[in-house]
């Protein structure tokens, strides 16, 4: 079994080999054809212009077989190809061609006027650029605090109060404006939480001593928990509850759904 990631670098690396095969016949081209018409230096930085637009015409071709979606892992792909080709470069000009390896050097010498380093440029971040381009970048998969949300973890139930327990089963829940400003980075809930703070269910567990409600009835879950102290709270406003006691637990400093 092939897992995903396994399958991302395999296809990253085909899909580099594919490049090359591209990159290795522009080459060919270059020399026989360009290298006649404009002399051997000039078609050497003309090259790296049409081998850099070659390789982002084949990323933004096949971009999508790469099972990439986000901007670490894209950058990631970049890199890679980049070392593999520069040990190409290095591997064809010494061992296919024979040429020197000051030689070889002088043609990463941005100060010399040579354009290669800028093609690895535009070779390293060609996936990014792609799947950018495509729109395949997925905002919510990504590295840092973002997925650690997402995960699927094995909870621990919370305890239970006989008289004041009241369990729902969610049938339905929203992703907020706020879930997202989380999920960026920009609003700092407690580390490791299950995020969510909007669902609707059905009650299917009730403590005794929890009156007005029934079981089996429909409910929203309110994000705000009202302390029943504040002025807000003793105004009838609860959503507004923001003491000390109550205020937004819910996907907030406790797990939400
Ligand atoms: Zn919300
Ligand atoms: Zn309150």
Redesign the pocket.
């Known amino acids: 079994m092939i897992r995903e990631n396994e399958a991302c670098w395999l296809r990253a690396v085909g899909l580099w080999a594919l490049l090359m095969a591209a990159e290795t016949l522009h080459g060919l081209w270059r020399v026989k054809v360009l290298s006649v018409w404009l002399g051997d230096q000039f078609a050497r930085d003309v090259g790296v212009f049409i081998g850099s637009l070659i390789i982002l015409l084949i990323a933004f071709a096949c971009i999508d077989w790469i099972p990439a979606r986000d901007v670490r892992t894209l950058l990631l792909v970049g890199s890679t190809w980049v070392v593999l080709t520069i040990g190409y470069e290095l591997a064809l000009g010494r061992f296919a061609f024979g040429r020197p390896w000051s030689e070889i050097a002088a043609d990463f010498d941005v100060f010399r006027g040579r354009l290669l380093p800028f093609g690895l440029l535009i070779l390293l971040f060609s996936p990014l650029l792609a799947a950018r381009l495509r729109g395949r970048i997925d905002r919510l998969a990504g590295a840092g605090t973002r997925d650690r949300h997402l995960l699927h973890r094995n909870l621990v139930p919370p305890t239970k109060n006989e008289r004041t327990h009241c369990a729902r089963r969610v049938t339905l829940t929203t992703i907020c404006g706020t879930d997202l400003h989380i999920l960026r980075g920009e609003y700092a809930v407690k580390p490791s939480l299950v995020i969510g703070h909007e669902p609707v269910g059905v009650i299917h567990e009730l403590g005794v001593g929890v009156m007005g409600y029934a079981l089996g009835e429909r409910v929203l879950v309110g994000a705000i928990t ?5 002025n ?2 003793l105004s009838g406003d609860w959503s507004q ?1 923001g ?1 000390p006691v ?1 205020g937004w637990k819910f996907g907030n400093t406790i797990n939400g759904a």
């Open positions: 009202p302390c029943g102290q504040c807000y709270c509850c003491g109550g």
